[in-house]
């Protein structure tokens, strides 16, 4: 288990040998818990078992309103490992793979062919459904050494994923080359990170276009219907998301990014987080008119930010138009739930 923005005074509090409960739904850490915070623990833990069990009914089930409007419920890993956890909990795909740890967890760039063989091995495991995967999102907050990026005072503003594979094309081919080979194995969809311009677009989709001229003259196979989408992360993105969506099949929400974008709060400082309103009325505009713009040009439309298991949204998206919703796996029989119990005509 992870706890992060504990803070740094809470490190001069915890001593090794300390014992500690972590209360997953509020975030708290109970550092020695006395025996009624222990006790209302295993309560809620109880509570929470029993409430997972319920959920379990709903595995096999379709995700649809009672009014027949069906959405797709896919999951986001972050690794090979969590492959079991999605097909566990009855995701219908995988709606954001998050390919940085290919890179995290290397001393040295991945080889195109290490890259390849975890690309196919998600697209089997997942066996015929849709798994799209994300190229590189890494910033200079993210150590990873081979990368040599120079320290940034503001990373998440800086040279950061689809800005460092448009200026070190070498980078990129390898990740794109390696997900093109792997696509004849499964049901792919690529997207792109940290999108602001309809030129990044249309740049990416030149680079595709040489990765897959070079495939054909080395006579490697690929898919023709890989999709293409954007994650529309950026408050630039989802403005004119009435340009983006003609290049695309599907646009997916990041809405982790884009709550820090449009609100001005960095999602790393918990000072701020009192001033980040996830429900703020401007990110549910963008994404709305996102889904509008979406729908109207072709194009299908998810969120793959943490705001989609947020099942007090969930209505909304629904009537927003949103197609897909790609959560956690835990949370994936959760918002299945609450889709189930939604009535569009009321
Ligand atoms: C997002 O920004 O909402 C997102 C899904 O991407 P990440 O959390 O990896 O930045
Ligand atoms: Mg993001």
């Known amino acids: 288990m992870r706890v992060i923005g504990a803070g740094e005074e809470f490190l001069t509090k915890i001593k090794n040998g300390d014992d500690a409960a972590v209360d997953g739904f509020t975030g708290k850490v109970y550092v020695n818990p006395d025996e009624e915070t222990l006790k209302k623990m295993l309560e809620k833990q109880k509570k929470d078992t029993e409430q997972k069990k319920l959920l379990g009914t709903l595995k096999g089930k379709e995700n649809i309103t009672k009014d027949g409007r069906k959405i797709k419920i896919y999951a986001n890993i972050g690794g090979l490992a969590d492959i079991g956890a999605a097909l566990m909990n009855d995701a219908g795909g995988i709606g954001l793979f998050r390919s940085e740890f290919l890179y995290l967890e290397s001393s040295r760039f991945p080889s195109e062919e290490l890259q390849f063989q975890s690309y196919k091995k998600v697209l089997e495991s997942m066996a015929g459904r849709k798994v799209i995967i994300r190229t590189l999102d890494i910033c200079a907050d993210k150590r990873v050494d081979y990368f040599n990026l120079d320290e940034e005072e503001n990373p998440a503003l800086g040279y950061r994923a689809i800005r460092i594979c448009l200026t070190q094309p070498e980078i990129f081919k390898s990740q794109l080359r390696a997900l ?167």
């Open 180 to 346: 093109y080979r792997a696509s004849v194995y499964g049901n792919l969809g690529i997207m792109f990170p940290m999108i602001t311009s309809v030129k990044e677009v249309e740049d990416i989709q030149k680079i595709i276009a040489e990765v897959k001229s070079e495939l054909d003259s080395e006579k490697l196979a690929y898919s023709d219907s890989v999709e293409f989408g954007i994650m529309i992360e950026t408050p630039a993105a989802a403005i004119i998301s009435d340009r983006l969506a003609p290049l695309v099949d599907f646009f997916s929400i990041g809405t982790n990014d884009l709550t820090q974008y449009t609100l001005a709060a960095d999602r790393q400082n918990p000072k701020v987080e009192p001033f980040c309103d996830t429900h703020h009325d401007a990110i549910l505009r963008l994404i709305a008119m996102s889904a509008k713009n979406a729908h109207e040009n072709g194009a299908w439309i998810g969120i793959c930010g943490e705001l989609a298991a947020d099942t007090a949204l969930t209505e909304s998206f629904l009537r927003m138009g949103i197609d897909e919703l790609s959560v956690s796996p835990p949370f994936v029989l959760k918002v299945r739930a609450a889709v189930r119990d939604i009535d569009l005509r009321k």
